[in-house]
């Protein structure tokens, strides 16, 4: 840490828009850019004071912990350029077709024993049109509905037909992730083979359909602080009841293989602005987490987050889960066994999630 002194003029302004937002208030942009634009060590811990006061307030001890299936590996039409899974590159990402029951089941029984609220079945792949594949998807997700032991969430790329996402909530289907992955202005730097406003229409279809919504985005892409604040604000717009954060991983023989990492600090700070921004919303740290942010991981939740992506990502590994949940306990913070704190809730009722397996590890004290 430096010895920079906290600038009192900034710290004033903190502290006013800090507690406006703990009073129930919005920031707005100008002031969204004055948080993005703070450059010293000590104003951007000040920033993260008040971004954990937020998350606090608005979020108790409790953090929200997902986990994902690569429910249909490599092999994707489309062009992102961060991705491994795109069949433009030689990454050499495993390859599949759509999962079969058991795997998904034996992932839904782990992330249970772990206190994970939720599994996400994600597949590489452009989108979802009505016929077989909708079918078998909609069984995995009434399999998983019916176990009781996760909240099963999707990730199916683009939906252009109402009637998909009415057919995924039918099935059991609460929450959906899409993320915008970045600004609008940027996101033809990363993507060609589909647009901001095709994923756009994918939440208003899902939306329609009573299904929530997690959104975010990556970070590290070569964007801007004014795309992060306009993804944010876009975000906010949406009514994203979960908003991840992931961190680029420049994966060999991607586009992106090497762009200069974030440096942890810079992504500290763009976690706390995303909690000024979004102050109910389940802020979550997801890929890129470990390679990124080292031993500063577990300030994340300083910064304001409430919620983890946890065990591996779709390409690329994570640490253990046990580390993660002794991380939340010797910070004092709990999973959120129950799902609470689920913000932006449309339709349905949570449903109930079986109590954690007795014979789950023990956490050291
Ligand atoms: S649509 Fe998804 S799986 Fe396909 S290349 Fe883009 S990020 Fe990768």
């Not at 940027?186 to 959104?215: N, Q, V």
């Not at 591996?312 to 004092?332: H, I």
Request: proline share 5%.
């Amino acid at each position: 840490m430096s010895g920079e002194q906290v600038d009192v003029t900034n710290h004033d302004r903190l502290s006013a828009l800090g507690q406006r937002v703990l009073a129930g208030g919005m920031v707005d942009r100008e002031e969204a850019a004055f948080l993005f634009g703070l450059r010293s060590t000590a104003d951007r811990f000040d920033l993260m004071a008040w971004a954990n006061r937020i998350r606090e307030a608005f979020k108790g001890n409790k953090v929200h912990l997902c986990s994902i299936v690569n429910a249909k590996a490599g092999g994707c039409s489309e062009n992102c350029r961060f991705c491994s899974q795109s069949s433009f590159y030689q990454t050499g990402s495993p390859k599949y077709g759509f999962v079969d029951p058991e795997p998904v089941a034996a992932a839904s029984e782990e992330a249970n024993a772990n206190g994970v609220t939720a599994v996400g079945l994600v597949a590489a792949w452009k989108g979802l049109n009505e016929g077989p594949m909708l079918d078998e998807v909609c069984d995995r997700i009434r399999e998983m509905a019916a176990a009781g032991k996760v909240r099963p969430d999707a990730s199916l790329g683009i939906i252009k037909n109402p009637r998909v996402a009415e057919r995924l909530k039918e099935a059991g289907l609460e929450c959906y992730g899409h993320n915008l992955e970045s600004s609008r202005r940027f996101f033809p730097t990363h993507c060609s083979t589909h647009t901001f406003d095709d994923r756009l229409e994918t939440i208003r279809h899902l939306k329609a359909a009573g299904i929530r919504i997690c959104s975010g985005g990556i970070i590290g892409m070569g964007e801007t602080w004014e795309d992060r604040l306009d993804m944010a604000f876009t975000l906010r717009e949406i009514g994203a009841s979960v908003v991840p954060v992931n961190i680029l991983n420049p994966i060999p023989g991607t586009p992106f293989e090497k762009l200069a990492p974030l440096p942890p600090l810079e992504i500290l700070q763009t976690i706390a602005c995303f909690r000024f921004i979004l102050p109910r919303q389940e802020i979550m740290v997801a890929g890129g987490r470990t390679v990124n942010l080292r031993d500063l991981q577990s300030m994340v939740f300083a910064a304001g987050a409430s919620a983890l992506m946890v065990g591996n990502y779709l390409t690329t590994l994570n640490q253990p889960v046990e580390r993660d949940l002794q991380m939340l306990k010797d910070l004092g913070l709990d999973p959120d066994w129950e799902d609470h704190g689920f913000e932006g809730q449309v339709g349905a009722a949570p449903i109930a999630f079986k109590p954690r397996r007795a014979d789950a590890p023990a956490l050291v004290d």
